[in-house]
């Protein structure tokens, strides 16, 4: 048996994507800037995916630009603010537990001048709003916050922040990091006061190599790229037709049926936090509980092993997981967002993410529990680290 | 700054390392060991206990623990096999290359589990030596 519970790192492309992305690679090839007819139906095309996935978002066409990824769009959502806004303010407020997509960009503004701040998190991950509230300043011009949490699952008070900063004297920009969010938890950028959002097809049964950034008409922002431009003016060049084409197909399927999914994700999520609860001993559930949690995540320690170790005896049993163990990473130290909410790096070297789709079973949660104990038993067996001393 | 391409071998395991990661040898706890010595620290995420039985300076037998990936496991499984039956001088002369070597090479970033593997067997044959010069019974 197989089962794939790696869902927050990459899905696999539906069936109904495909055959809508197909005939843009073969009959349908057209440049969607030219006026014959293979152009505008390119063109005609894109714009579709453009309104389906604004509408997901309650949100404009025309406010959606497509890029290459998420990663893509949170670099250019958080340098293309901050330097149209140099003038208003240099000063950038992030949290400690945001992707490397959102930090990176924000240590090269550091570099360059800017001042960012990064907000503290509790023991769940939660950011705190007080905080935010205190480090606020005339010169702040941007803040950028994930939805949900790539790692723990953590959804954030993305309401109450957006409603924070509508209420400051002068603009400040809201971006929010939706990846891990898209599809499994409710978005609305009007009643949430988002300024910008970076989505991610791949993580919702799309095909890898599109993402998208909403940006509110009027935002300040320098375009991403410069050159000939076409349906985008914030990134111009050719279109990847058949990849939007995919997304927006994503999009549709993924918000045709939203709540069952989610439901569907909910109650596999339960069924594998439940399961590990009674079978495993000596374990830590990284991030909250209950409805503050994505549908789509469960991200435990276990005590007295190592991530990388459980993750290749799960995928000699055919278990897709990732790990927030230094081990699988290039920098050898553990994950940035386990260490913010205060797990011990000894036991935060023992943690691993499983995350779920709508094409997930119950039948393979209840394989994922037969096997899962067994490994975990077999590993602590051969550790000299005891999970009860940690 | 020059530009920095990557290299996925920094990651990929080889056909060796894989193998003794399903199959460890070695693995286990020791029943009476003539000497056993503990590096690393499962702060840092990895860490090793071997166990050496040593008659008449020949190693007859050693075993290891292990928290650590899957790297840290192979080359610790590696190093307890290549000092099976070995005399203590010989396991000295043992190099963190040779460990590496033998497991068909490690990537980059793991060469530091081939490393562990090697400070826990000279760890264990200091004490082995430290052992015999205070005039302890061994073996």
Same mark, same amino acid.
């Given at each position: 048996?197989?089962?794939?519970?790696?869902? /927050?790192?990459?899905?696999?492309?539906?069936?109904?994507?495909?055959?809508?992305?197909?005939?843009?690679?073969?009959?349908? &090839?057209?440049?969607?800037?030219?006026?014959?007819?293979? /152009?505008?139906?390119?063109?005609?095309?894109?714009?579709?995916?453009?309104?389906?996935?604004?509408?997901?978002?309650?949100?404009? =066409?025309?406010?959606?630009?497509?890029?290459?990824?998420?990663?893509?769009?949170?670099?250019?959502?958080?340098?293309?603010?901050?330097?149209?806004? @140099?003038?208003?303010?240099?000063?950038?407020?992030?949290?400690?537990?945001?992707?490397?997509?959102?930090?990176?960009?924000?240590?090269?503004?550091?570099?360059?001048?800017?001042?960012? $701040?990064?907000?503290?998190?509790?023991?769940?991950?939660?950011?705190?709003?007080? =905080?935010?509230?205190?480090?606020?300043?005339?010169?702040?011009?941007?803040?950028?916050?994930?939805?949900?949490?790539?790692?723990?699952?953590?959804?954030?008070?993305?309401?109450?922040?957006?409603?924070?900063?509508?209420?400051?004297?002068?603009?400040?920009? &809201?971006?929010?990091?939706?990846?891990? #969010?898209?599809?499994?938890?409710?978005? $609305?950028?009007?009643?949430?006061?988002?300024? +910008?959002?970076? +989505?991610?097809?791949?993580?919702?049964?799309?095909?890898?190599?599109?993402?998208?950034?909403?940006?509110?008409?009027?935002?300040?922002?320098?375009?991403?790229?410069?050159?000939?431009? #076409?349906?985008?003016?914030?990134?111009?060049?050719?279109?990847?037709?058949?990849?939007?084409?995919? &997304?927006?197909?994503?999009?549709?399927?993924?918000?045709?049926?939203?709540?069952?999914?989610?439901?569907?994700? @909910?109650?596999?999520?339960?069924?594998?936090?439940?399961?590990?609860? !009674? @079978?495993?001993?000596?374990?830590?559930?990284?991030?909250?509980?209950?409805?503050? @949690?994505?549908?789509?995540?469960?991200?435990?320690?276990?005590?007295?092993?190592?991530?990388? #170790?459980?993750?290749?005896?799960?995928?000699?049993?055919?278990?897709?997981?990732?790990?927030?163990?230094?081990? #699988?990473?290039?920098?050898?130290?553990?994950?940035?967002? +386990?260490?913010?909410?205060?797990?011990?790096?000894?036991?935060?070297?023992?943690?691993?993410?499983?995350?779920?789709?709508?094409?997930?079973?119950?039948?393979?949660?209840?394989?994922?529990?037969?096997?899962?104990?067994?490994?975990?038993?077999?590993?602590?067996?051969?550790?000299?680290?005891?999970?009860?001393?940690? | 700054?020059?530009?920095? &391409?990557?290299?996925?071998?920094?990651?990929?395991?080889?056909?060796?390392?894989?193998?003794?990661?399903?199959?460890?040898?070695?693995?286990?706890?020791?029943?009476?060991?003539?000497?056993?010595?503990? !590096?690393?620290?499962?702060?840092? /995420?990895?860490?090793?206990?071997?166990?050496?039985?040593?008659?008449?300076?020949?190693?007859?037998?050693?075993?290891?623990?292990?928290?650590?990936?899957?790297?840290?496991?192979?080359?610790?499984?590696?190093?307890? !096999?290549?000092?099976?039956?070995?005399?203590?001088?010989?396991?000295?002369?043992?190099?963190?290359?040779?460990?590496?070597?033998?497991?068909?090479?490690?990537?980059?970033?793991?060469?530091?589990?081939?490393?562990?593997?090697?400070?826990?067997?000279?760890?264990?044959?200091?004490?082995?030596?430290?052992?015999?010069?205070?005039?302890?019974?061994?073996?």
């Amino acid at each position: 048996m197989r089962a794939y519970l790696d869902n /927050g790192t990459t899905t696999q492309v539906a069936k109904e994507v495909l055959d809508a992305m197909l005939p843009y690679l073969t009959e349908k &090839f057209g440049h969607p800037l030219f006026l014959y007819s293979l /152009g505008q139906e390119a063109a005609d095309a894109v714009e579709k995916s453009q309104k389906t996935i604004a509408d997901t978002l309650n949100a404009e =066409q025309k406010e959606i630009t497509f890029t290459s990824n998420a990663t893509e769009a949170n670099d250019f959502a958080i340098r293309g603010v901050a330097h149209a806004n @140099r003038k208003s303010g240099n000063h950038i407020i992030t949290t400690k537990i945001e992707n490397p997509s959102v930090l990176r960009p924000c240590e090269i503004l550091e570099k360059e001048g800017f001042k960012v $701040d990064y907000l503290d998190v509790d023991s769940q991950g939660f950011v705190d709003l007080k =905080q935010l509230q205190e480090l606020i300043n005339e010169k702040t011009i941007l803040v950028s916050v994930a939805q949900v949490n790539d790692e723990i699952g953590t959804i954030e008070p993305i309401v109450e922040i957006g409603k924070m900063l509508h209420e400051q004297k002068h603009k400040i920009y &809201f971006h929010v990091n939706a990846a891990a #969010s898209y599809a499994r938890v409710p978005i $609305d950028v009007q009643k949430m006061g988002i300024d +910008l959002m970076s +989505l991610s097809a791949h993580k919702i049964h799309g095909p890898k190599g599109v993402g998208a950034l909403y940006v509110r008409e009027d935002t300040q922002i320098k375009p991403m790229s410069y050159g000939y431009i #076409s349906m985008f003016p914030l990134k111009p060049g050719t279109e990847n037709v058949p990849a939007i084409v995919g &997304f927006g197909k994503a999009a549709e399927l993924a918000f045709a049926n939203f709540n069952s999914h989610v439901e569907h994700m @909910r109650k596999l999520r339960d069924k594998l936090i439940a399961g590990i609860e !009674e @079978r495993v001993p000596h374990i830590v559930l990284n991030g909250p509980k209950g409805e503050k @949690r994505s549908p789509a995540n469960v991200n435990y320690s276990f005590k007295g092993v190592e991530g990388e #170790s459980v993750l290749l005896h799960l995928d000699l049993n055919g278990i897709s997981v990732a790990t927030g163990s230094a081990c #699988s990473t290039r920098k050898l130290e553990p994950s940035h967002v +386990l260490t913010a909410i205060g797990v011990k790096p000894e036991v935060a070297h023992g943690s691993i993410r499983f995350t779920l789709s709508r094409y997930n079973t119950a039948e393979e949660i209840d394989y994922v529990l037969e096997v899962v104990p067994r490994v975990i038993e077999s590993l602590r067996k051969i550790s000299p680290v005891k999970p009860e001393d940690l | 700054m020059p530009v920095e &391409f990557t290299e996925r071998s920094l990651l990929k395991y080889t056909q060796k390392v894989l193998e003794l990661f399903k199959d460890p040898k070695n693995i286990g706890e020791m029943e009476d060991p003539t000497v056993s010595a503990v !590096e690393g620290d499962p702060q840092c /995420g990895d860490m090793l206990k071997m166990f050496l039985k040593i008659k008449n300076d020949k190693i007859v037998d050693a075993k290891f623990l292990s928290f650590g990936c899957a790297a840290n496991i192979a080359a610790c499984s590696m190093t307890t !096999e290549m000092v099976k039956g070995k005399t203590v001088d010989e396991a000295e002369k043992i190099t963190i290359k040779q460990i590496a070597d033998n497991l068909g090479g490690l990537p980059g970033l793991k060469m530091h589990c081939a490393v562990l593997a090697y400070r826990t067997l000279k760890r264990a044959l200091q004490e082995y030596r430290k052992k015999v010069n205070s005039g302890a019974r061994v073996g």
